[in-house]
C-alpha cells in the first residue's frame, strides 16, 4: 500500500522515540520481516549453512516417513517445499534454495520409488507436481553462471532418470523436460 506524500513527511518528522516505538509495533505483526531482521541484524547473515542444514535434515527425517500413497508423498513434499521457500524469502539465498529443492526431489523420488512408479487418477496431482518442479529446478540452473552448474549435473541427472521413470514421465513429456543434462 502506497503513502501519500503528506503522511511520509509527517512520519519523517516524528520524534526518534515515537517512531521506533511504532516500528517495534509494525515488526512484530510481519513474521516475515522480524525473521528476515532476525536473520541480518542479529545473525549477521552467517548462519546460512545451518539454516541449509537443518532443512536438509529435516527433508531426510520427513522421507524416512511411511506413507502409503502418493497423496500424502505430495502433502510432505509441499510442506517442506513451503519451508524452502521461507529460507529463500528470508536469507536471499538462491543457491541454498536450488539445492535443496533439487535434494528434496532426489530424496523423496528414491524413499518413495514403489508408491510412485505408476500414474493412476490417485498419483496425478503428485506427478504434476513433481514434473513443476522439476522445471522450476531447471529453471533455477539455467539462471546459473555455466561454472556453478557444472556442480549440479549429476544430482541434476539423477533427477531427470527419476522423474522420467515414475508416474511424472507423462507431464515431463508434455512439458518437454529433457531427460540428460549434457555437461
Known sequence: MALPDQLKKAI?????????????????????????????????????PERRDEISGRIVRTSKFNQNTPGWVLMDMRNLSGDISYHVKVTRDKIGGLELNLFLLNTFLESYRDILKTYSS?????????????????????????????????????MLALVYSLCSKMYARQ????????E
Open 12 to 48: 519523517v518528522q516524528m520524534p526518534s522515540k515515537e517512531k521506533d516505538k511504532l516500528l517495534l509495533r509494525l515488526i512484530t505483526k510481519d513474521k516475515t520481516l522480524s525473521d528476515k531482521l532476525h536473520f541480518e541484524l542479529i545473525e549477521d547473515s552467517a548462519t546460512i
Open 122 to 158: 490417485r498419483a496425478d496431482t503428485c506427478a504434476l507436481y513433481i514434473a513443476k518442479k522439476a522445471q522450476t529446478i531447471l529453471n533455477g540452473l539455467d539462471k546459473l553462471d555455466e561454472d556453478y552448474r557444472v556442480d549440479y549435473i549429476k544430482d541434476t541427472n539423477n
Open 175 to 182: 512439458m518437454e523436460l529433457p531427460q540428460v543434462l549434457e
